[in-house]
């Protein structure tokens, strides 16, 4: 994550650097910059868990399809719904900035703790992904109710860490 930022500064342009030199206009370029890197973080996010639930919603087509598996459509469909609430809340928060008019402001401590909990969240999505291959894995068979428990867990975690990322925006 810290490298995205890096990198996102390594690549500033000739009149970002002058600009640097006027008083106060650096300290703009910088917040823009990690505007930038949380926007790109979070689409990261969103992207990678809608991927689990693009998963998660062909499991349920196999599911419905299957003869023995229909007991289970519910169940999942309760991981897919906190799984579509968890992508909704990344995709609308409020960016890890404050503008001059803003109504809430972030500082500089601030924005590290949201990028501590960005970046939990990014590898909870390891995560979810590999439960979601153990619900593949285990379609058909007696370890099911156990991996969509274990499932609609690491997303009640993943919605967890998102409602206290808000609570540092208004803290």
């Given at each position: 994550?810290?490298?995205?930022?890096?990198?996102?500064?390594?690549?500033?342009?000739?009149?970002?650097?002058?600009?640097?030199?006027?008083?106060?206009?650096?300290?703009?370029?910088?917040?823009?910059?990690?505007?930038?890197?949380?926007?790109?973080?979070?689409?990261?996010?969103?992207?990678?868990?809608?991927?689990?639930?693009?998963r998660v919603s062909n499991l349920?087509?196999?599911?419905?399809?299957?003869?023995?598996?229909?007991?289970?459509?519910?169940?999942?469909?309760?991981?897919?719904?906190?799984?579509?609430?968890?992508?909704?809340?990344?995709?609308?928060?409020?960016?890890?900035?404050?503008?001059?008019?803003?109504?809430?402001?972030?500082?500089?401590?601030?924005?590290?703790?949201?990028?501590?909990?960005?970046?939990?969240?990014?590898?909870?999505?390891?995560?979810?992904?590999?439960?979601?291959?153990?619900?593949e894995a285990s379609m058909g068979?007696?370890?099911?109710?156990?991996?969509?428990?274990?499932?609609?867990?690491?997303?009640?975690?993943?919605?967890?860490?998102?409602?206290?990322?808000?609570?540092?925006l208004t803290s």
């Open positions: 994550m810290a490298d995205l930022f890096n990198k996102l500064q390594d690549s500033r342009s000739l009149l970002e650097k002058i600009g640097g030199m006027i008083p106060g206009f650096g300290g703009y370029l910088e917040r823009e910059r990690r505007r930038e890197a949380d926007k790109m973080l979070r689409d990261t996010i969103v992207n990678r868990y809608s991927e689990q639930l693009s349920q087509t196999q599911l419905v399809a299957s003869v023995t598996g229909i007991e289970y459509v519910d169940d999942l469909q309760d991981a897919a719904t906190r799984m579509q609430r968890f992508i909704d809340m990344a995709k609308t928060a409020a960016y890890g900035y404050s503008g001059f008019f803003d109504a809430v402001k972030v500082d500089e401590a601030g924005l590290a703790k949201m990028y501590a909990f960005d970046a939990a969240l990014l590898e909870n999505a390891a995560k979810v992904s590999g439960a979601v291959d153990n619900i068979g007696e370890g099911m109710p156990a991996a969509i428990r274990n499932l609609v867990s690491l997303i009640a975690e993943c919605n967890t860490t998102f409602e206290r990322r808000k609570e540092v």
